[in-house]
């Protein structure tokens, strides 16, 4: 009568008691693993060593008249096999000193694990505001953890660090004194929020992500068209999203052709100009009307005597606002079709963007070209130069000298990691992720 109710708290002791064994049994794995990755001599003999003093025949004459534990095992076998436990054990516990398990560690606690917070060499790095202009807010970062301290490969760069936006797996102090931050990989790349960092940008600069420098940003009116390069993955579209979110705000018309029908871009269709295309034989016509609309703000800008759609604007001389194409796989208009009329088609809408670049930019009117593979069939020499290159990791160095001009993309971690080239050379910057 009794048992019934008590029942489910049986099985409920015998999971918790499974549960607690089998954290153990992890805790042992985790420690013998690390063990051996640290000290796999001393690892190797103990195990070498256990097997030995398992055949005492082989090893020692085995008593006639033995009695008890010592049917199994002589005595001095079992004092031999603890004495290997317990030198293990004890070797762990000397090292565990100098290293510190923890898990799943920011910036913060990595470097106050390692004792090293409250010096000063080692400041936390934040985003400070630096200057209130008139119609935008230049932000800087502090300074960041030397680079001497990342003395292994596979510590991360100190790229993040200086974020703040890593996790770190582990903190050890090695026998030559040296700190190790290790990066942990599940954590990899965390995120930076837009709206927590993005103050007001120039009227007619987007900005794109965070870089060690601060907000990286690309002013529309000095480079208008971007190109955007990099393997599934890493993080074009998250990116483009968030360069359409900035147009959609400053009321400018942006058309996008995406070949996986706006599936990444489903809560901003009702704001764009137009339907979202897929196939190349809709963009065309979106191509041309973009080209007929330059050919027509051309004389436009004669009559006004202005040089640029953006001077145009500021001086109250129109209220058209500019336009943006986006492009998200470049290679829909790629020329390998069979087909002859497709082939027409995409050697006609490569033509009008080439066009494009090479003139719009005085008339108000942007690329912004995503492709997975940067060839140089694909993408011409003539129109590679009319645009920003931004690189996401590319497969190969081949690859990323395409799209940068350099090596380097092919190092990147991927996951909204990407390289600009700015007019001071190149620049790394974490993409924003946008608040959801
Ligand atoms: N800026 C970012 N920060 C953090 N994670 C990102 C960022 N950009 C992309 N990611 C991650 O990478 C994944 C792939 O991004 P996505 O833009 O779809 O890549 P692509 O278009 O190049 O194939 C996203 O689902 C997201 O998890
Ligand atoms: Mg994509």
Redesign the pocket.
Known sequence: MMSQPNKPTETDTITQVLDALLVMLRQMFWYLGRHLKRHPWIFLVSCAAIPIFLLPGHWHPTPHSLKGWEHILPTWSWIAIAGVLVANMGWISIDEQAYIPSSNLDFENALKQAGLWDHPKYRTPQVVLKKEHKNWLEWSITPTVPVDVWTKSDIMHPFCAALGVEKFSRVFRDKHNYIHLVLSRSHF????MSSALLGPLSPRSLAL?MSLEGICTVNLDERPHLLIA?????????????IIEQLIRKNWHVQLVDPKGGV?YADLESYLSGEIVSHAEQALPMIESLWELHQERLPRLKQWRVTKWGDALNMGLTDEPDHVLII?EFAIFANDAKDKAKKELAARAQNLVQNLALGARATGIHLVI?T?YPTSDLLGNQLRQQLVPIA?YLESDVASRTVLGEPGAEQLP????FLIRQPQGLVEF????PRV
Do not use: A, N, Y
């Open positions: 790349p965390e995120q930076v992500g990099g393997q599934t993955g890493s993080g074009k579209s998250v990116l483009v999203h968030h990444d998200d995503c997975q996401g991927g996951q909204g990691r974490q993409g924003f992720l």
